[in-house]
């Protein structure tokens, strides 16, 4: 009988990542193939698979299709699939951390920090000595990691037992104001700063392999740092109280959880600016297919996550073509009224 249930459990745990992955491969075919020149699925493969595995002759390939292929639409889909699964892990984990399905980077304040730090380094010309093209992350990543412990301090004095809604609370209060410094920093500017409006509403339009480069080392190192962390997640979903009786450094753990999600949002709004809802919208809709298990739950959202963001770019790039809407405008459409949904489920429960 338990022979039975763990090859039950096994078996439905891997229906829900190939299910998963065969989600996220579909919206890349579709992100590569869908635009004003249509690409044939078979010709996106012949051509990947001429750049990165040329021992492999699967017939020849078009010139112009290749260069639409490798220059533009490719690593837009994957700039868009890092964006997507940096803000799905990072809302899981907030959300495991915080114990509540509301949290997520955007509305606990940490993206609208990460956009403030982006903001503040394009508006000075900042440059970390070595750093190069990597200033600007991690000058989003120290001000999502400021925001989120500012948030905190605040909620704690306004609150001993750092109740959950207070926190929430706190962060949507704490956006709000950041917010209105960055448009505060925009219309004082003049000219030179209005071009990251549309930045700010978030887009991975024309951002190119360079941008990949940016963020894929900080996406690594994240979500490497949260999926060490999943069975302690676990334990800490609970209740703090229960995890330090389990053993789990509670303190410890959560400083790591907290630094693994202001790196994912940090990186995430630099290189495509602040793109609401990711973070809130796919944890849930995981957590609800497959359970609340983080070890499972982590991975999941970040394929998930991967696989929305790149068919809500493409929503966006053809819905009003050739003119595009900004990406943020797309995921807000679509998590604002689930997050609706979440909050009245969440009343009526209590």
Known sequence: MQKQYIRTYLN?????YVTAAAFLFCAMLLGISIGTVSIHPMTIIRVISAEFFPFISLGNTDAMHANIIMNIRLPRVLLAG????SLAIAGAAFQGLLRNP?????TIGV??????????????GLSIPFAGMFTLPLFSILFS?????????FARNIERSLKVETIILTGIIFSSFLGALISLMIALTGEELRQIIGWLLGSVSMRGWAYINIILPFFVIGAVLLLVNSKELNAMSFGEEKARHIGV?????????LIAGSILTGAAVAVSGTIGFVGLVIPHLARMLWGPDHRHLLPLSILVGAGFLIIADLVSRTIIAPAELPIGVITALIGAPAFGVI???RRNKL
Not at 102 to 106: K, N, Q, R
Not at 145 to 153: G, N
Not at 249 to 257: A, E, L, S, T, Y
Request: aromatic letters at 10%; hydrophobic letters at 60%.
């Open 12 to 16: 439905n745990k891997l229906l829900a």
């Open 82 to 85: 890092l964006v997507g699964a």
């Open 102 to 106: 509301l949290a997520d980077p955007y």
């Open 111 to 124: 993206s609208s920090g990460a956009s403030l730090g982006a903001v503040i380094t394009l508006f000075f």
């Open 145 to 153: 990691f400021l925001t989120i412990f500012a948030v905190l301090l």
């Open 249 to 257: 450094d509670v303190q410890k753990r959560k400083m790591m959880v």
């Open 343 to 345: 909050l009245m489920k």
